[in-house]
């Protein structure tokens, strides 16, 4: 190999030598077990519709014990592995969202339930938050002036 | 003492290394090294509450075993040296606060036990201390919780993402005793070659490693043969091929006696830690209970110890800043 003088030639070489995630196996499992957490969200709507529910309340339902369960399941140290299995998979769904609000706040329990809990609770989940309700304002506002 | 060439530092009065101690997380006891150390721990928190005062705990108790093991005690010990990764190093003051030993906070990231055992050789050597103790710790828990994510995240890790080692090591610098030697210190530059990628450690330090190592070899007029083995303190997988190559592109070959902490600390294939072991206590346990023993039976007779530390923190790779390394090198004979 030649010898190296630039960071841009150190940087091109440490590209080369550093192996890329396996995409294709990692898109597989996100594929499959996203699809599972959906299967399972359905399969309650269903039994909610079946037991004379409303398809607003049915929803609210779903949301509910999905979270509930991601939130047991982090508290029980399985979500990780489930994370980190199928990455985006469990990430994405309802079920991404309850585990990045509980893990930092079993994490920053030892500073206090204030500044602990309270004020780490939302390190990750943070930033979605913000964009979220931020794109959700803007789209609003679109559909008012355009949409009408 | 004499300074040879740009930056060594070669101790007449012989340094000896006269005892080791180390502990273990559970990880690193189901790892290969495992037989090697003084104690294995089965759980993380070892009764604390938090994952901080778990490392303080390890740290303090590895201090205790060492202190039996050498049988120096406390009060014979004139000053420590001791860091770690904690912000402002809370384990080593916290772990080391009932001591009453005169204590020098040490700072070199993952370099923390090598940069702590120049200081403390050159103190030796000088004349300034009869003994002293040089000791280091990292938690996993406590390193994520600090640098990365916490624990119960559900996210992946990239292959070059290293796994940080639980466990303490410490060792005693003593003006009396008979070896194994600290001979010549090389103490190292910042090197920056501008990588960001916090995931990927090995990349960002190998160059300071080799810097270093290449600095030895001018200022001491020896070569890679002169040692039964080249060791990097957590360089891991990807990080030890890089430097193998850049020290190669150098002129020196150091493939047949290089070793690197990292890659030896877990079980690759089974431990699932991705590019290797990292953090202070990976060298300071694999040095403590592994090749400070081959040195006493003399299965290794010269080993040139260089531990590297990447010197960031969260902030800074958030802010985009590239990852400093650095790498200071002992010499150690008997």
New interface residues.
Partial sequence: ????KT??Q??N??DK?????PILK?CFNAFWVGGLICTIGQIIFDFCEYQGLDETSCSTVVSIVLIGLSALL??L?I??????F??AG??VPIT?FA??I???A???K?EGYVMGVGAKMFT?AGPVLVFGISTAVIIGLIARLFVG | MEHLGKQTIKLDKPVTILETACIVGPKESDGPMAQYFDQCLQDEFWGE????KAESKILKETVNTLISKSGVPANQINYCFAGDLLNQCISSSFGLRELNIPFFGVFGACSTFAESMCLGSVFVSSGSATNVLCATSSHFCSAE?QFR????????????SQWTVTGSGAAILSSTGDGPYITHITPGKIID???TDAN?MG?AMA?AFVDTLINHFNDTGRNPSYYDAIISGDLGY?GK??AI??A???GYDIKDNYYDCGVLMFDKKNQDTHSGGSGCACLGTIFSGYFFKQLKERKLKRILLIATGALMNSTSSQQGESIPGIAHALSIEV
């Fill in positions: 190999m030649e010898e190296i960071n841009k150190y940087s070489y440490v030598k550093t192996p890329n995630s990692n982090t508290g140290n979500f990780n592995k489930i994370g980190k199928a990455g469990s990430l991404g585990n990045s509980v893990a930092p079993i994490e920053y030892s990750v | 509450k938090t994952w901080e919780k994510f916490p624990l119960e995240l559900g996210n992946q890790r990239p292959p070059s070659l501008g990588i990927n990349a160059p990807i091929d890089i190559d850049l190669l592109s150098k």
